[in-house]
């Protein structure tokens, strides 16, 4: 072959191959970029979580007004509904609060918020309806195009108000059914949010689920997010606490996790 042919055919391996870094390049950087997803949240309003209840909704204000200001790195919500995790009876479904309802509020007033609707006053934790719940507004608001984050404030622990199967026990986690989530989306993910270790075990090994990803952040990690806050520092500069929040909380689950 010439000199001239393999001149040529260096430079279109050369060219190539800066093409396929340029695409590896892109793809890191989309893949490491925050992903404004649909939020929805649910705190827990049973009287079994009132021993979290008080640090989860201080903390809940500052996650809301993090993501809502784009803070620390945290990607707006798409959409946001915040509603009641529990009842007085089964099947008792509770209102979703929008996402307008937290514009223009600072995070004392979102806390302040949070816990006037949601009172920890309600005998059962219904993790079902809740699903249900989400499931039947994505498809009556048409979100099924972007990633659905579905936040769990609670200790986890499923209730079953019919008597037949203790509260807690690995028959009461099988009940859960996160079925009506498999399909809303290509990326869903559950995370739980201050249970123990041993409920977020039985949250991955005992709750079905087929597409739908999972993360859980134990209390004794929750409640730590008070050391990470800088004093006498806004909350756009607390750089150390929106590190942790995205690190602990939002971490970004794989797919088959």
């Not at 005992?206 to 999972?214: A, E, G, P, Q, S």
């Amino acid at each position: 072959m010439s000199g001239l042919g393999v001149s040529l055919i260096a430079r279109l391996v050369a060219a190539a191959l800066l093409s396929a870094a340029v695409v590896v390049s892109a793809a890191e950087t989309e893949d490491n970029k925050p992903q404004r997803s649909t939020l929805f949240v649910g705190v827990d309003t049973s009287g079994s979580f009132r021993f979290a209840y008080d640090d989860a909704l201080t903390f809940l204000g500052y996650y809301l007004y993090g993501h809502m200001h784009e803070l620390g790195g945290l990607a707006k919500p798409r959409d946001l509904f915040v509603t009641a995790i529990g009842g007085r009876d089964n099947n008792e479904p509770k209102s979703f609060h929008p996402i307008h309802d937290f514009n223009n509020r600072d995070v004392k007033q979102i806390e302040a918020d949070l816990r006037k609707w949601f009172p920890p006053t309600d005998n059962l934790t219904d993790f079902n309806v809740f699903f249900q719940q989400i499931a039947r507004t994505v498809k009556e608001r048409n979100l099924v195009l972007a990633p659905i984050t579905v936040m769990v404030v609670s200790d986890g622990v499923p209730d079953v108000p019919d008597g037949t199967i203790k509260s807690g026990s690995p028959a009461s986690y099988q009940r859960i059914d996160l079925s009506p989530l498999d399909y809303l989306s290509k990326n869903v993910t559950v995370r739980l949010a201050y249970a123990n270790p041993t409920v977020g075990n039985n949250w991955r090994k005992l709750v079905k689920r087929d597409r739908v990803r999972f993360w859980a952040v134990e209390y004794d990690v929750m409640k730590g997010w008070r050391a990470q806050m800088r004093p006498d520092t806004d909350l756009a500069h607390q750089d150390r606490f929106w590190k942790w929040v995205r690190e602990n909380v939002d971490y970004r689950v794989r797919r088959g996790a």
